[in-house]
C-alpha cells in the first residue's frame, strides 16, 4: 500500500511562487514516475508536469513550473513561480509505482489534492 502526502498549497498573489510537496510512504518496490495534476472548478482534470527519466510539462506551465524529485526521500515537488490566477486549481500528485520486487506491474496513487488559489 502506498499513501501520498501532499503539502505546500496556499493562497498566494499573482506572480508570486509557491513549491507543493508530495512524499511518497507505505510498501513499494520502487517509484517509476511522479506527476503533477490539477483541477480547476468547472474542468477537468489536466496534466501539469510530471517526471521520470526525463520531465515534461503543460505548455500552460512551462518555464514557469519546474518538477523535481528527492529519491532519497520519495518525494516530488511542483516549484511554481510568477503565479497566475489560471493556476488556481487543486493540485493532485500522482505516483506510479511498482508496488513489488516480483511483479513487474505499476499501479497509480493519488494524493489527496493540495488547494492553490492565486489572486489577481
Known amino acids: 500500500q502506498v499513501q501520498l502526502v501532499e503539502s505546500g498549497g496556499g493562497l498566494v498573489q499573482a506572480g508570486g ?18 506527476g503533477w495534476y490539477r483541477q480547476a472548478p468547472g474542468k477537468q482534470r489536466e496534466l501539469v508536469a510530471t517526471i521520470a527519466s526525463s520531465t515534461n ?29 489560471e493556476d488556481t486549481a487543486v493540485y493532485y500528485c500522482k505516483v506510479v509505482a511498482r508496488p513489488h520486487a516480483i511483479y513487474s506491474y505499476t499501479k497509480d496513487y493519488w494524493g489527496q489534492g493540495t488547494q492553490v488559489t492565486v489572486a489577481s
Not at 513550473?65 to 490566477?85: C, G, H, W
Open 17 to 34: 511562487s509557491l513549491r507543493l510537496s508530495c512524499a511518497a510512504s507505505g510498501s513499494f518496490f520502487s517509484i517509476n514516475n511522479m
Open 57 to 85: 510539462y503543460a505548455d500552460s506551465v512551462k518555464g514557469r513550473f519546474t518538477i523535481s524529485r528527492d529519491n532519497a526521500k520519495n518525494t516530488v515537488y511542483l516549484q511554481m513561480n510568477s503565479l497566475k490566477p
